[in-house]
Nanobody, 125 residues
Framework: QVQLVESGGGLVQPGGSLRLSCQAS????????VGWFRQAPGKEREQVAC????????YYPNSVKGRFTITRDNAENAMYLQMNSLEPEDTAVYYC??????????????????WGQGTQVTVSA
């Protein structure tokens, strides 16, 4: 049974930091690109980070580049999203995802295979 379980969301003040975690099970984690997406109320889902399975290539959109860092631990079947200098605009439900199609090079794009259920991140004073 495939599972992706996020944790680490919560309420943080602007300028603060959070670290999201995603624990995977039920599939061969090291063979999959992994990514983080977010969706705010009334907005489309946005990819905020990904790391592929082959050469460790990472992608970040301009909206989070320099503030967010994605990492993965294949031995622990886990991925992480370190979020620094958080802004109210970062408020959203954050989802982790995995997809086998991104092996080398860019992992920018939709993930279609496995998804977590999401964790709320709220940035507010």
């Amino acid at each position: 049974q495939v599972q992706l379980v996020e944790s680490g969301g919560g309420l943080v003040q602007p300028g603060g930091s959070l670290r999201l975690s995603c624990q995977a099970s039920g599939f061969i984690f090291k063979n999959y690109a992994v990514g983080w997406f977010r969706q705010a109320p009334g907005k489309e889902r946005e990819q905020v980070a990904c790391i592929n399975s082959g050469d460790g290539y990472t992608y970040y959109p301009n909206s989070v580049k320099g503030r967010f860092t994605i990492t993965r631990d294949n031995a622990e079947n886990a991925m992480y999203l370190q979020m620094n200098s958080l802004e109210p605009e970062d408020t959203a439900v954050y989802y982790c995802a995995a997809d086998k199609q991104y092996w080398l090079g860019s992992c920018q794009g939709d993930f279609t295979e496995y998804w977590g259920q999401g964790t709320q991140v709220t940035v507010s004073a």
